[in-house]
């Protein structure tokens, strides 16, 4: 890692190194935090509330009314045809209704770099609102008109919103805040996303929009938020990142800043931001091709990649899927079944304030640690439940416990943590890029675990939870030993700490040192901090063999009278 003081590969220049402390790590060199100012607040709650509760609104939309839904799809077939769909082919275009949704997402994240870089993170967000009003447009006059199609194609574009905005918007708030409330903003959209999965459990119930004659306006409902979002999102500004690092307009920064951070003296903060763009000087944004083979980024490449793909592989789309039946098992009445699932997502509101709160306190790392960790813990607690359900009875009531455990330590860290740390790993010309790797991998396994889990569920039966057990574990042990923590450092200083320090040098450190204590004690090296043992400062740095100083050549002279004697 030594030869990395070309740090980003591609500059030009090497960034500007903030202080370190005597273990290497760097250390804030001025304060350029910032206070939680009303305009700051009122944007990151209209972005989460018109786009990021969009994702868990429709994630949820289709459970209640799917009776209805797969009625009209045979009904309308049978006005067409003059026959109903055949068992098979209706499940089938039901589970083409739910899986479009992923297929969508996936091509908005694979757009959203060329996008943002073209539109800006305000502008895009406001032109993907519009997305949403068609899409609602289409569900909403589906049945007025007899055409399926509708809602398949309005689910579609609702995906094609999402995928668009779980990028866009984490990326718009890790820009504008400062970076003492960085977590706290970033972790808002998350809470959001409960929220929305919350209100169509609610919205869902027969008591208000879950009969049958409502469900065209239950997928629709999706527009009122969007509308707000539309109508009251020019009253804020641009990225100020965005508009001096990309389109170099300092004084709209500037304004920018003084807007958001409440106050007219912004200069240190675009001081920060100069000395990024200045580094960034010779660096064209870059694409995940560019962004796969550039070296220098590598480990922050992989974390955002092992982070994503752990946080859809930690089976909760599985526990979503087949919470009913769980409760079912455990001897919950179905008409009270509803009203419980309400319960869960009102937990899940609950575990993601929790975190919320907590980020700036406990940092990233705890939180996206602790709740892999219990995801873990609990999914395995679920399989020993359903192998021992029937010889045990009380066991059903563990594995309700399993299922809000899953749930709320999803909630609290890895539903959210992940979207933050792709925009604090990179600087201004990798962050597109690694959104567009980040949400492409998320909305993959998103759709591979809605094909496959059915079919391991029945090849492996309650076994199959073990398999998202291991990933969550896998996930938090590559976290602990990988990811440094981003808490209160801006994006130069945690683009150095990766540029500086070796991942897993600890381990190797403390390796290193059993291995020459063994050497020593078979006396190869001398000293205890000889050149085979690495000092204290020394951590990270390469182990060479001991350099011993050349024996002079012998005296002829002396040889001459040794022979002679």
């Known amino acids: ?142 049945r007025q008109l007899a055409a399926p199609e509708m809602v398949i194609v309005g689910r579609a574009i609702t995906g094609l919103h999402s995928g668009i905005c779980l990028s866009v918007v984490p990326l718009y708030l890790g820009e504008i805040a400062p970076k003492n409330l960085r977590g706290f903003l970033g972790l808002l959209p998350s809470i959001f996303i409960c929220l929305g999965v919350f209100c169509a459990q609610v919205l869902g119930l027969p008591e208000l929009l879950g009969q049958d004659r409502y469900w065209p306006l239950f997928l629709a409902v999706v527009a009122i938020p969007a509308s707000l979002q539309l109508l009251l999102l020019h009253c804020f500004p641009e990225s100020p990142r965005f508009l001096l690092i990309e389109r170099n307009d300092v004084c709209g920064a500037t304004e920018a800043l003084r807007r958001f951070l409440g106050t007219p003296d912004v200069q240190e903060v675009l001081e920060e931001m100069k000395e990024e763009q200045q580094s960034l000087s010779s660096v064209q944004t870059v694409s995940v091709q560019q962004l796969l083979r550039d070296r220098s980024v590598r480990w922050q490449t992989l974390s955002v990649a092992v982070v994503n793909v752990g946080m859809q592989l930690s089976g909760i789309d599985a526990i979503w899927f087949y919470t009913n039946t769980i409760f079912q098992n455990a001897g919950i009445p179905e008409s009270q079944i509803p009203y419980v699932t309400v319960g869960t997502g009102a937990i899940e509101v609950v575990a993601g304030l929790i975190g919320c709160f907590t980020i700036e306190k406990l940092g990233r790392r705890p939180l996206i640690i602790t709740g892999f960790c219990a995801m873990g813990t609990c999914l395995a607690g679920i399989t020993g439940c359903l192998l021992l359900q029937t010889a045990l009875p009380w066991m059903r009531y563990v594995a309700v416990a399993c299922v809000v455990g899953i749930i709320a330590g999803f909630c609290m860290g890895p539903a959210g943590v992940p979207f933050l740390m792709t925009a604090e790993l990179f600087t201004q010309s990798h962050r597109s890029a690694a959104y567009v790797l980040g949400g492409s991998l998320n909305w993959l396994c998103n759709f591979t675990i809605g094909f496959v889990f059915p079919f391991l569920q029945m090849s492996t039966g309650a076994f199959s939870y073990l398999v998202f057990c291991g990933v969550c574990l896998l996930v938090a042990l590559y976290v602990y030993l990988i990811v440094p923590e981003t808490k209160n450092r801006t994006f130069m200083e945690i683009s150095h700490v990766f540029t500086t320090c070796q991942p897993l040098s600890p381990l190797r450190r403390r390796g290193m040192l059993r291995l020459c204590g063994v050497m020593m004690r078979m006396g190869t090296v001398a000293g205890p901090y000889g050149s085979l043992v690495p000092g204290p400062n020394t951590m990270g740095a390469e182990i060479t063999a001991p350099q011993h100083p050349p024996r002079p050549p012998p005296d002829s002279a002396a040889l001459g009278s040794r022979t002679e004697r």
């Open 1 to 142: 890692m030594g030869g990395k003081s070309q740090a980003l590969g591609l500059l030009s220049s090497p960034p500007p190194h903030p202080p370190t402390d005597e273990k290497g790590t760097p250390q804030p060199s001025r304060d350029i935090g910032g206070r939680l100012t009303c305009p700051l607040l009122s944007v990151t709650l209209l972005v989460s509330f018109g786009s990021s509760m969009l994702y868990g609104y429709n994630l949820a939309v289709v459970n209640s009314p799917a009776a209805h839904i797969k009625a009209f799809y045979n009904a309308t077939w049978s006005q067409r045809y003059g026959h109903g769909l055949p068992p098979g082919s209706l499940t089938l275009l039901y589970s083409l209704t739910i899986s479009i949704f992923a297929l969508g997402g996936l091509g908005g994240s694979l757009l959203v770099g060329t996008l943002v870089t073209r539109y800006g993170r305000h502008g895009m967000l406001g032109c993907s609102a519009l997305l949403v009003l068609l899409a609602g447009g289409l569900m909403a006059f589906s």
